[in-house]
């Protein structure tokens, strides 16, 4: 890139797509076809990753938020098509994503007793189709995987919330999506401990094969922890200097190399870590390689995700592209 572009780009600013955060055209393509109500575009899209989990895992997520508000036009293609697991899938994982829309802030719980039974209700509805995926593809973790925030939605017992990861990894042990899911089941703000939701994180990375985007969960947790710990939020205290020490051990184990499909998402969360930690360099060269597409996670424990990734890149001086 010349050095008249790149002044060009300084000038208008960093380019910032929130809740994109990946590398997959054909994603993007159907995902805007799903606004426009467009959804057998995300019927191929979803139907091009069988056999292949974590793209799977990634766009079943997108295109079910794409799709918020819309799922019983997703049940209509069911209805023609019933033998389809993606359909099932898709169907099941919009359903948790439309339940998520209404839950209540937990102060406001005591007063919105119609909205929390709303919720409950919605979530409760995703049970039957993602069964239905599962049981139609049988060797597929995703179904699980969805399942494992359904639990985390209704909080189910425990037991519940282990079968589901377990039929997960079961499946396919290295599922990103599902480490997250379990790392949150087991985080102090969802009844968990931060010793049990570290230990997991530490035993997933450590066994983890190089270039797996797995060491990105030790940011993930530290950022979960702090923020159940603490309010109100600010800059300042978010790694410990024990915590920095375990996450630079391990973020060279993860390069960003390979096309992993939630590369883009390992970049937030280590670009994230180091620019609260003031480690300019690696916090520059992982918010580069965003592309300025920002993940809601870490950056909504800051506060607005597109608001803080902005401020980090200002003060950074860095220019996603």
Known sequence: MG????DRIRARGPRVIIDRPWADAMLDDAVAAVRRKIFEAGTVALGATRGDPESRALR???????AVGFSRSIEALTSRDQGNPDLWLWLGRTRIEEAWALKPDVKARAVQAQRLQAFQQAMESARH???AAAALAPSDPVPWESMMWFCLGLDRPRQEKDAAWFEAVRRYPTLFPAHVARLMTLSPAWGGSAQEMLGFVRQAVSQAPDGDPM???LPLAHFEQVAAERSPMSRGGWFSDEALREVVSHAGRWLGRGGHPRAVEAHNLFGAAFYLADLRRPARGHLMRTG???SRLPWSYLGDPAQQFLRACGRLNVVPV
């Open 60 to 66: 079943v997520e997108a295109l079910a938020k794409a």
């Open 215 to 217: 060491p990105a969960l």
């Open 3 to 6: 050095v008249a572009e790149m």
């Open 292 to 294: 300025g597409r920002v």
């Open 129 to 131: 189709p993602l069964l």
